[in-house]
């Protein structure tokens, strides 16, 4: 091979479609609203993704057509194998940006056992093991859910913070206040909410994504190389890429490839090969090299196995703790017993979200109110981190039905708006023991005036009370209609006291809770 060094265009293409594709995938993550981009659009991120479709459509039993795009992302990887992960993948792309130690050519690779490798593997086997059993709890370590929940819950609101904490600030200088009004009132529409956004548990999801970039502080992309079941899954297909790196005789040794290879995969005791399952096709290599002895050239055999592929034995103990962990979340005491408050989406049926839900929560980030959350405990260990409404943050909008236009696996049924008025997603119970007119006899018709039905399900009755002095007042005092009543939970949300709500939403039947 020519002594010229490699020209640095490709690390620079690398970096700029991993930049231009993390700019769309955000893009994505905004216009996933009412009233935002199509509904085919906004999907395609987790519809490229393969762990999620295969594990779904297992789940399922069912394979969903919008999901074909799949196809793309396997075609991708069957030709330049996991270069999904170095130069698409947006969690991937955020270990790039947030190295945290700062490496140089003659550094070496975290002495860490290639054994760890299999880790990834394991838990690939686990997540569709699990599904093919009907259960996509482990989905939440797909890199793209995560992805989008941190988003969602903690990065986007955070930045909302810091945003109106600066336009707060600059507002107070005299000659920028119009400027900055301006800048707010495109912001606000565009970019960011009316209103603050707050999501329970939010630190959770900021920890765990801060978790995953602090673990670079151990080896570069140490997510990507043992713990990805996204990059395990591609890794499989990747044995038999078409495009893959050799490393020619003329090789003298120089240990440069292997510092930089952020996945460690190049072995300087076999003449500096590396496994195509877990290359990403950075090209890192290819720019550092003094002698231009590295080129990625076809090949159409298989590449051989290494000892950190899965056995039979490593196969059969990860299904076997997949069917144990199946079987324990099925015998969770609050599977047994449902949660009065967990109120779904219009149209859900329990057992079926559970089955197909795949935790990207694109329905979260669609809600208009924020009234979506992010399950915990609420739902059992099965239900983890499905969406469920928080009537208390926001409530279900009558003249809204995103949350099922944008949910790429129909978990949330695409109902359209007439269809999903007249979904009953719970009651409302009013607590006369807190109204302010029953208990205090004061005058307030809030939860009334709120109800969006055309035939009030809250109607106003004359009471007379006596007051502290002995008098008689006459109060307006608010009834609920339950066979009207379709659970919307603008009333709690609307209803004026600090703290819990004097009338609150909970499922349907519930009534025994009071």
Not at 241 to 268: F, Q
Not at 336 to 345: A, G, K, S
Not at 465 to 470: K, L, N, Q, T, Y
Not at 504 to 514: D, H, N
């Amino acid at each position: 091979m020519s002594a010229r060094k490699p020209l640095g265009r490709w690390i620079t293409a690398r970096k700029v479609v991993q930049i231009a594709a993390l700019l769309f995938v955000i893009a994505l993550l905004i216009m996933t609203r009412r009233g935002g981009w199509p509904p085919d659009l906004v999907n395609l991120l987790m519809r490229l993704d393969p762990l999620t479709v295969l594990a779904q459509s297992l789940s399922s039993r069912s394979f969903l057509l919008g999901s074909a795009v799949v196809l793309l992302t396997l075609l991708l990887t069957v030709i330049a194998g996991r270069a999904w992960c170095g130069w698409l993948c947006p969690l991937g792309t955020v270990l790039d940006l947030i190295p945290l130690r700062k490496r140089t050519l003659r550094d070496k690779q975290p002495a860490i056992s290639n054994s760890w490798r299999s880790v990834k593997y394991g838990l690939l086997i686990a997540i569709l093991v699990a599904a093919l059993l009907g259960n996509l709890t482990l989905l939440i370590f797909d890199p793209l859910t995560i992805f989008i929940r941190t988003f969602t819950t903690s990065l986007w609101p955070a930045a909302d913070q810091i945003v109106t904490s600066l336009e707060t600030t600059l507002y107070r200088v005299p000659f920028l206040s119009d400027p900055i009004s301006a800048l707010d009132g495109w912001l606000r529409p565009a970019i960011f909410p009316s209103q603050p956004v707050y999501y329970r548990d939010a630190w959770l999801f900021g920890a765990v994504f801060v978790g995953i970039i602090a673990l670079n502080l151990i080896a570069p992309r140490l997510w990507c190389r043992y713990l990805c079941p996204l990059g395990g899954l591609l890794g499989w297909i990747s044995r038999g890429a078409w495009l893959r790196r050799e490393v020619a005789e003329e090789c003298k040794g120089c240990t440069l490839c292997t510092s930089v290879c952020p996945t460690g995969t190049i072995d300087a005791t076999q003449h500096y090969v590396s496994d195509p399952a877990e290359c990403t096709l950075c090209l890192e290599c290819l720019d550092v090299c003094p002698r231009s002895t590295i080129a990625f050239q076809l090949h159409r055999q298989l590449a051989p196995r290494q000892a950190y592929d899965p056995s039979r034995r490593q196969f059969l103990a990860a299904a076997t703790l997949a069917i144990g962990g199946v079987a324990l979340f099925q015998s969770d005491a609050t599977r047994q017993r449902v949660d009065d408050h967990l109120i779904r989406p219009p149209g859900v049926i329990e057992n079926d979200l559970l089955d197909q839900c795949i935790r990207c929560g694109e329905c979260v980030r669609a809600c208009p109110t924020h009234g979506l959350q992010p399950a915990l405990t609420q739902a059992g260990l099965q239900g983890v981190w499905t969406p469920l409404l928080v009537p208390r943050l926001g409530y279900c909008d009558y003249s809204c039905n995103a949350c099922g236009q944008v949910c790429p696996v129909a978990a949330i049924p695409p109902l359209n708006l007439d269809d999903k008025r007249t979904r009953v997603i719970g009651k409302a119970y009013l607590d006369d023991n807190r109204c302010i007119a029953w208990a205090d006899h004061r005058d307030c018709i809030v939860c009334e005036e709120m109800c969006p039905l055309p035939e009030k399900a809250i109607y106003l009755e004359k009471r007379e009370f006596a007051d502290s002095a002995g008098s008689t007042v006459t109060v307006q005092v608010p009834h609920v209609e339950r066979d009207k009543c379709i659970g919307c939970g603008i009333c709690e949300f609307k209803c004026p006291l600090n703290g819990e709500a004097a009338i609150r939403v909970f499922v349907p039947g519930a009534e025994a809770a009071f």
